[in-house]
């Protein structure tokens, strides 16, 4: 029997108001041995702090203590979809160096421990088939296949596990206590400190938003739905490559 922190986020949840741009509702996370969290944790940190090192090397006619009070440094971050498209100071560091910084931190989720598990909805065949306009259901169904995927891997060795989520809104925070309640639920638990786990945890949950928007954009394709004007081809590469042949996934499609 062994413990487990889930760190998740999620992607395209701005429910059913802008389908073109966001057709897939994604949540997944990182399940990751209590005895390997610190580990996974400083490496995800190394990579940030020299990337955040790389990027104020490149920013020009600002000074070093003025730089330091810029709010993208002060928090600093790694946001899937802003990293990877270049937004923000991230555009500062050009695609191949940034695609390498990918590639660093998706090669930490290859040990066998580390376990990606997610659910994937498309909304467009969600609204059709259930008649529902609220999306708030839409998001309780997606939080609660995720919940019963990860009992479902936790069930074979008789494992446990807690929750640290991205503090989001607060509907959502509602959402996936609702979908822990389900009956069906006897394996993950929230963590105490849910609300306010966001900047204690904050290296895992990055690297989760990373996982989901990488997903969402592979399964937006794989869906029918038009491609991303940027980098369309080059996250489907991410996804085939480092998560294809390790995600645990519910559908609905």
Known sequence: MALYGFYTDESGNNGF????NQPVLCYAGVLVPLDKQIYL?????????????DIKLQVYGIPEKQINNIPF???????????????DFYYNLGDSDRFKVVNDLLNLVKDTEFKIIASITDKKTYQTNTGIN????????????LVNLINTELKANDDFAF???????????????????NPSNNRVYPDLQIKESHDSNCNL?????????ITSVYFRRAYGHPPRKRHQAKIE????????????????K
Do not use: W
């Open 73 to 87: 440094f002060k928090n600093f971050e790694i946001h899937g979809k802003a990293f990877i498209d270049g937004e």
């Open 163 to 181: 929750v640290i989520c991205d503090d989001g809104k607060p509907a959502e925070i509602s959402n996936f206590y609702n979908a822990l309640k």
């Open 41 to 53: 944790h400083n490496e995800v940190q190394k990579i940030s702090d020299n990337l955040k090192r």
């Open 17 to 20: 108001n802008d389908l073109k």
């Open 237 to 252: 590469q991410f996804y085939t490559q480092f998560l294809q042949g390790k995600i645990k996934y519910y559908e609905y």
């Open 205 to 213: 949950i990055q690297l989760a938003d990373l996982i989901n928007f």
């Open 134 to 145: 609220d999306h708030n259901k839409m998001h309780i169904n997606g939080y609660t296949e």
